[in-house]
């Protein structure tokens, strides 16, 4: 399916929703400019291609950045958010 630049913006659930099923082509000023895929054709192109295969879990960040995480959240307990009386909702 294709898609100029301004429908995908305008329509980016249904790109999303196309996405799932088949790739979608995006056009820009008439020429194919780039392609949205699911997560699971990407990771099936990267192992097909031999590249290793890319994570995209919660667990596997956590892993990577477990010290940055468990510094983030031991502040947010401690401290709150550092903003929230300039929120307005």
Partial sequence: MNF???EA???L?????EAR???VFIEKAGRPHSVVLSISHYESLLAKAGEPEKSTSA???Y?????FVDE???RF???GLWNEEFRTW
């Avoid at 659930?13 to 929703?17: D, F, M, R, S, T």
């Avoid at 892993?63 to 010290?67: S, V």
């Fill in 72 to 74: 983030q959240n031991a």
């Fill in 9 to 11: 913006k305008n329509r």
């Fill in 4 to 6: 100029t630049a301004t």
């Fill in 77 to 79: 307990e401690k401290d």
């Fill in 63 to 67: 892993e990577r950045y477990k010290d």
């Fill in 59 to 61: 667990a596997h960040f």
């Fill in 13 to 17: 659930g249904q790109v999303l929703e």
């Fill in 21 to 23: 099923i088949r790739p």
